[in-house]
């Protein structure tokens, strides 16, 4: 009876062992491709020849800048709309649907934002295809993760110490502030990278708000166009013309592309482990 | 005091209001845009028009009906590879691998990792391994299909079903395994019968925000649909998706036509469908809470 | 004899759970009271009632009223920071801050805006009795310390901002005998200076501690007096049961 059962488990565990066997068949499949073409070079230079020779700085340069101008705009906002969430909003019904909005808000697809950053931020606010109205499209896709994550660090904080700070006569925002921010910090730190790695391979919301596939030069101001690492890959892979000639650049800069990614989530998965028990 | 207190609540309310009135504010542009394309064509020639043909010779066609076709037919496919495969992941997770925590950590982990791949990546993937392997074996002209999307996003879909549906099996209580074990009932019989039904409501929130993020992708489907704007009859043709159709023409079209306003139609719909789904999901999602605490 | 505390027909709820039945009490100055009672009779909230954390609670209604010094601190224009800031708590299990033990004092004291904080954090670590052992690590977190000195780090973060009352809520719960006794003797020390009120449901606790002792049973007061009034003499039967181990 119980070899019985246990045999049943392991048959269970096929899923499981085809799915983890995919996903590291793909990483691999992605190095062995991609690998033979990355070297220093590539990472630092210009592309050359209709990209199909030369590295991809500009294209990395362009998503680190807009992704990390995305949280300029969003953290503040999104840390104080936690911290109300959290700490302020009492039990009612209001709450309960800027919650919901909130939740739902994080599982709209990142297309309707790129159509949501065409219609108001190009067009609306005229600030035309570019970075900024790029990284404004960014910001409002990375708010509901930003808050979710404020939230959880704040709440995994023992209220106990609240109480103590309170029973001190200690301000209410003195309290969360001093004692309560500082130590969420590792979980919010968390959410803040896991959000980086998510945002930083997103496609969809810039397509329409400001990404090129060639520019001949970097550009530092807010309002010019820009590349990005993943739309990269996708015109590599999808457009380009001599298509066979460039896939292993395309291989390479998703190597590249996946690298920080999962650099990124890596780094939010230790922060997380390090919360720590009070006791 | 009583008033710096007031001041500040009113700040942190002000910022929480406003971050919740996004979503609403993105569904007001889209409306704006996206109902002018009824200035030009009738509601029946979007939403029961089966053809989608913006630059016809003599006439254009603004079907809703192919791309929502599209989009059903690759994420219910992908659900039906998903859901078995996650349901059966976090059995095997929840109530085997636990016991071994540094292998459990490590395959949980390497589960969040996957969620972190960029879309490209896999789709890149799609493109160039597994459509080749899918034309090999079904001897078909091109391995772009719905076949080769739906496994993509089944792939894609399996990290949040599977750690929904983990979560909330292994917050079934000890005790009510133990009552069926003391009947002399094995296991794997117990897991099935008493396990997954108390686990309902958190494997049916796996499965709808699984949904919900498979109706949503976009770069993906785009790299392995073949993009073809007729309505699929098989697993094997070529098709597109709301979200492809809007991603491949809104850079193509001239602002302000009916084309124009007829994707952000698409992304309307694509809209009420993720807000209805999700909505029900976390519904789902908050049950599941709540039973167990 | 000085009151420093009266509860005058003081009910309280929590959502529709009547946790405190019109109590009516009067707590003398510089002295110890304890507040004895079997668990869930609502002892901890007359405690929480003092310096109203019982606020923080969602859902809390209060009726009737509770002096300190003749002002009732439930009225509208109560400063609850100048309130607690004259009516410490140290709590069942210690929660000093996750810093250093220095940082745990002077952080209440600069919220006050007090000067000296050096000396201030000094004195209140020497009167709880706890700087001859902390005196090399000041500036070490202060979660290495063991539970007792924990407790008595509380205390001192408490009565560093100069409060007059200190509510103690089962104080001793998480410690060892040894660490009991070293906090049951700096209570000794404390009650000429402070008013303090102590929560315990450890009837030898509160027949060493207290000098009055207040008997609670769902909700209601049953007896108050003096302390050897009441172990000697009970004059209800729920607290002569209670003494007797009844209630367990």
């Not at chain 1, 001599?242 to 990124?264: C, D, E, N, P």
């Not at chain 2, 073949?226 to 043709?237: C, E, R, T, V, W």
């Not at chain 3, 009223?65 to 009225?75: G, H, L, R, S």
């Not at chain 3, 009441?230 to 607290?239: A, G, H, L, M, N």
Request: charged share 15%; proline share 4%.
């Amino acid at each position: 009876m119980k070899l019985k059962s246990s045999f049943y488990f392991y048959l269970s565990a096929i899923p499981l062992f085809i799915f983890l066997f995919t996903i590291i068949f793909i990483t691999f499949y992605l190095i062995i491709n991609g690998y033979p073409v990355l070297s220093f070079r590539f990472l630092f230079s210009n592309p050359e020849e209709q990209m199909t020779k030369g590295g991809i700085f500009p294209v990395i340069f362009g998503s680190f800048y807009l992704t990390i101008l995305a949280f300029i705009f969003s953290i503040i906002p999104s840390i104080l709309s936690g911290i109300y969430f959290a700490y302020y909003a009492k039990n009612n019904i209001l709450t309960f649907i800027l919650r919901t909005l909130i939740k739902t808000l994080s599982g709209l697809p990142s297309i309707v934002f790129g159509l949501f950053g065409l219609a108001f931020f190009v067009r609306t606010l005229n600030i035309g295809l570019s970075f900024l109205a790029s990284s404004l499209t960014l910001s409002i896709l990375s708010i509901p993760y930003l808050i979710t994550a404020t939230e959880e660090g704040l709440l995994s904080v023992p209220h106990t110490f609240y109480e103590a700070a309170i029973a001190l006569g200690v301000p209410k925002w003195t309290a969360i502030r001093k004692i309560i921010l500082p130590e969420a910090k590792p979980l919010l730190l968390s959410g803040i990278f896991l959000a980086f790695a998510r945002l930083i391979g997103e496609v969809a919301p810039i397509l329409f708000t400001g990404v090129a596939f060639y520019l001949k030069t970097i550009s530092l101001s807010p309002f010019d166009r820009f590349m990005a690492l993943p739309y990269h890959i996708y015109i590599l892979a999808t457009q380009h013309e001599k298509i066979l000639k460039v896939r292993t650049i395309a291989f390479a800069s998703s190597l590249v592309l996946l690298f920080f990614a999962l650099l990124f989530g890596v780094i939010a998965y230790i922060l997380r482990m390090k919360i720590k028990k009070y006791y | 005091m009583k008033e710096t207190h007031r001041f500040i609540s009113g700040i942190l309310f002000f910022f929480a209001f406003l971050t919740s009135l996004l979503i609403i504010f993105i569904l007001f542009f889209l409306l704006s845009y996206g109902l002018k394309i009824f200035q030009f064509i009738s509601f029946k020639d979007f939403f029961l028009n089966p053809v989608w043909n913006p630059t016809g010779y003599f006439k254009n066609d603004y079907g809703l009906l192919p791309n929502l076709w599209g989009s059903f037919l690759v994420t219910s496919l992908a659900l039906i590879i998903a859901v078995p495969f996650g349901i059966f992941s976090a059995i095997f997770l929840s109530e085997e691998l636990r016991k071994i925590t540094w292998l459990y950590n490590l395959t949980k982990g390497i589960i969040e990792l996957f969620a972190a791949f960029p879309s490209v990546i896999i789709g890149l993937f799609g493109l160039v391994y597994l459509a080749p392997l899918i034309q090999k074996i079904f001897s078909l002209s091109s391995g772009l299909c719905v076949l080769n999307g739906g496994i993509i996003l089944a792939l894609m879909s399996l990290p949040t079903i599977i750690s929904l549906c983990e979560a909330s099996i292994s917050q079934v209580p000890l005790t009510y395994k133990e009552a069926s074990y003391a009947l002399g009932v094995s296991r794997f019989q117990t897991t099935l019968k008493i396990v997954l039904p108390t686990a309902k409501s958190g494997i049916i929130a796996g499965i709808l925000l699984g949904f919900g993020r498979a109706i949503g992708e976009t770069m993906a489907m785009l790299m392995v649909l073949g993009n073809s704007p007729i309505i699929a009859k098989s697993l094997f043709q070529p098709t597109r998706t709301l979200t492809t159709t809007i991603a491949i023409e809104m850079g193509e079209t001239a602002k302000n036509t009916p084309h124009f306003f007829a994707l952000f139609m698409l992304g309307v719909v694509l809209f009420i469908i993720s807000f209805i789904v999700n909505l029900i999901g976390n519904y789902f999602a908050q049950k599941r809470i709540k039973i167990i605490i | 004899m000085k009151i420093k505390i009266k509860f005058e027909n003081f009910s309280l709820w929590f959502g529709n759970n009547q946790i405190l039945k019109n109590i009516n009490l009067e707590i003398p100055e510089k002295n110890v009271t304890a507040i004895m009672g079997p668990s869930g009779c609502g002892k901890t909230t007359l405690l929480r009632a003092i310096n109203r954390m019982n606020d923080l609670i969602p859902d809390t209604k209060v009726c009737g009223k509770v002096f300190i010094d003749n002002e009732n601190i439930y009225d509208a224009n109560v400063n609850l920071l100048t309130l607690r800031k004259k009516v410490g708590m140290v709590f069942q299990k210690p929660n000093p801050f996750p810093k250093s033990i220095y940082e745990n004092i002077a952080f209440g004291l600069k919220v006050h805006k007090f000067k000296n904080i050096k000396e201030r954090v000094t004195k209140a670590l020497i009167d709880a009795n706890l700087y001859d052992e902390v005196k090399d690590n000041l500036y070490r977190s202060a979660l290495n310390l063991s539970g007792g000195q924990q407790q008595r780090l509380c205390i001192a973060r408490a009565i560093a901002i100069e409060p007059e009352i200190i509510l103690l809520d089962e104080p001793a719960s998480a410690l060892d005998p040894i660490a009991t006794a070293k906090l049951e003797e700096l209570i000794h020390k404390l009650k000429k200076e402070y008013t303090i009120v102590i929560v315990t449901h450890n009837m030898q606790q509160a027949a060493r501690v207290s000098d009055y002792c207040a008997f609670m049973y769902l909700g209601e007061l049953v007896e108050f007096g003096k302390t050897e009034d009441i172990f000697v003499r009970p004059k209800d039967k729920r607290t002569e049961d209670f003494l007797l181990g009844k209630y367990g």
